[in-house]
T-cell receptor, first 111, second 113 residues
């Protein structure tokens, strides 16, 4: 089965609403990250720019406890639309970490 | 931010044909990766490399070869393209010491007919 489960699979928000994206995983991990992908675009690690949304504005927070992580998007904007991936960093052979991706949550924010 | 570019950005190939996808990074990163993205599956690792002239198998290497002729360049080769290889392919790179920080290219959309 899937090692990384994300929910919901898709979500529609009215602009200004908040949402919490969920991630559960069945394997041990060194780190959980969240990536954002604009439709047809490249993946961007949300943690690379602490406190910032992909749009450049203030983002929400991530919480990871045990084998669960959540990403809260507050005061959503249409520019937040895209796919959000929960990504686990797992120790692989040779001592190098590898990234394991969830299937993503597709977020649509409508005006 | 690391600069990772891919070419072509999209390609249509015929079944049984050879396809080469190219990736170039300009930030002197040691590691480079190839992933494929299918709807509902997130990204899955095909091949990776931690040094020039060496490649390693990822989770789904069957049907793919990889080549790392230099630190900056990493290619993914489909010797005999199949319908099931229709997907979006992403290249990524990272520094040796940044275990969890990968920078992704814009992706290549491949359609095999």
């Amino acid at each position: 089965g899937q090692q990384v489960q994300q929910s919901p699979a898709s979500l529609v928000l009215q602009e200004g609403e908040n949402a919490e994206l969920q991630c559960s995983f069945s394997i041990s991990t060194n780190q959980v990250q969240w990536f954002y992908q604009r439709p047809g675009g490249r993946l961007i690690g949300l943690s690379y720019i602490p406190g910032m949304k992909p749009t450049g504005k203030q983002t929400s927070s991530t919480v990871t406890k045990g084998r669960h992580s959540s990403l809260t998007i507050s005061s959503s904007q249409t520019t937040d639309s895209g796919t959000y991936f929960c990504v686990l960093s797992i120790l692989a052979t040779g001592g190098n970490n590898k990234l394991t991706f969830g299937q993503g949550t597709v977020l649509s924010v409508i005006p | 931010e690391a600069a990772v570019t891919q070419s072509p950005r999209s390609k249509v190939a015929v079944t049984g044909g050879k396809v080469t996808l190219s990736c170039h990074q300009t930030n002197n990163h040691d590691y480079m990766y190839w992933y494929r993205q299918d709807t509902g599956h997130g990204l899955r690792l095909i091949h990776y490399s931690y040094v020039a002239d060496s490649t390693e198998k990822g989770d789904i290497p069957d049907g793919y070869k990889a080549s790392r002729p230099s630190q900056e360049n990493f290619s993914l080769i489909l010797e005999l393209a199949s319908l099931s290889q229709t997907a979006v392919y992403f290249c990524a790179s990272r520094k040796y010491r940044d275990q969890d920080t990968q920078y992704f290219g814009p992706g290549t959309r491949l359609l095999v007919l």
